[in-house]
């Protein structure tokens, strides 16, 4: 899965959707997911504006090699993916960028292992059992800011200039650093749905189980959990366009769902598992469609959603509302961070 990722965003993948049958409770898979969004995250603008860099890129390529690329308009920079078929093999290949000299670098922006530039403006990879990796080739990479921070001896470890915005994990994302998108709609509550979004405790103590990639860790393989969902009765959406909209009513057993099957269900699994645990929970505030003119009465008054002052009158009702019925469950351990829409 993590190499399969990877050479899709090094050929201009954007995202990706995972359909399932059978459910996503294999951990690597999640794990492996979670390990290639966060090689990539830091060079989303190449992702988005770079453009698929040409097979004349690479030279001297392993029979087993797998190797792709997105390169900067200006060609400052390469965003590189190194797999092998059957993975795990052994792979070398060469990497020329036409104007790169001897202040690039090629970094494995993981393991921070680089390779230097020749006149050329080739840098050569080698790898004797090839897991999959994700390289940079630019004159400022992880792997210069990790050499400045030696040579400056300081105990500061070096960090690439971020080129995104994004709340870094922790205070600003209300504590969690790894979340997970609880799917639960009408699919959770119909005899025809899906037995995977039909969430219990036992579904939510394997998520927060240990992060098997690293034993030593006392942290959960993830902290934090978004209780949202796409379908409804009637074949209502909760986004923009879908085939009916959503009115006051599904809005209250939408919530109630999310939090009779998402959040109750949560908390206690987190009291269950060993260390108890302590999950960052964020509830989704259904789309307010334009189209829903009848959507319901909120102190006395019915609200037409075509106007922009009932949208954000049913919205702040909504949020007040699901403040209130949090309150009332007395959970122990989940800890209520605030919406999404």
Same mark, same amino acid.
């Given at each position: 899965m993590f190499n399969l990722l990877i050479q899709g965003f090094a050929n201009g993948m954007t995202g990706f959707n995972v359909y399932t049958s059978i459910g996503m409770y294999d951990m690597d898979l999640w794990l492996a997911m979670r390990d290639a969004i966060s090689a990539v995250t830091p060079y989303e603008d190449l992702?988005?504006?770079?453009?698929? +860099?040409? $097979? =004349?890129?690479?030279? &001297?390529?392993?029979?087993? +090699?797998? $190797? =792709?690329?997105?390169? &900067?308009?200006?060609?400052?920079?390469?965003?590189?993916?190194?797999s092998t078929i059957p993975h795990g093999l052994p792979t070398s290949w060469t990497a020329t960028v036409h104007?790169?000299?001897?202040?690039?670098?090629?970094c494995d922006v993981v393991t921070l292992k680089s390779a230097t530039i020749s006149s050329g403006g080739a840098a050569k990879w080698t790898h004797p059992a090839e897991p999959g990796s994700v390289l940079v080739m630019s004159k400022t990479t992880p792997c210069h800011s990790a050499r400045q921070a030696q040579k400056t001896d300081d105990d500061t470890p070096g960090a690439a200039e971020p080129v995104c915005n994004y709340a870094k994990p922790g205070e600003s994302t209300g504590g969690a650093h790894?979340?997970?998108?609880?799917?639960?709609?009408?699919r959770s509550v119909t005899p025809a749905g899906s037995a995977e979004m039909k969430w219990n405790q036992s579904m939510f103590e394997t998520l927060l189980g240990e992060n098997h990639s690293d034993p030593t860790a006392s942290a959960p393989l993830f902290d934090g959990f978004l209780m949202i969902g796409i379908s409804w009765f009637d074949n209502k959406q909760f986004y923009p366009g879908g085939a009916?909209?959503?009115v006051k009513q599904d809005w209250v057993d939408f919530l109630h769902l999310q939090l009779s099957m998402g959040v109750q269900q949560l908390?206690?699994?987190?009291?269950a598992?060993?260390?108890?645990?302590?999950?960052?929970?964020?509830?989704t505030i259904p789309y307010p469609d334009t189209r829903a003119k009848d959507w319901g009465a909120v102190d006395g008054k019915s609200l037409d959603l075509s106007k922009l002052s009932d949208q954000i009158a049913a919205v702040s009702w909504f949020v007040d509302y699901?403040?209130?019925?949090?309150?009332?469950?007395?959970?122990?351990?989940?800890n209520f961070k605030g919406f999404c829409e």
């Open positions: 992702l988005c504006d770079g453009t698929p +860099a040409p $097979v =004349s890129t690479f030279s &001297e390529t392993a029979a087993a +090699a797998v $190797v =792709s690329a997105m390169a &900067e308009q200006d060609g400052s920079r390469l965003l590189i993916a190194s104007g790169a000299d001897a202040s690039w670098l090629l790894n979340m997970v998108l609880s799917y639960m709609d009408v009916n909209y959503t908390d206690a699994a987190a009291a598992v060993s260390p108890k645990q302590s999950p960052a929970v964020v509830i699901t403040i209130t019925q949090m309150a009332s469950l007395n959970l122990k351990q989940v």
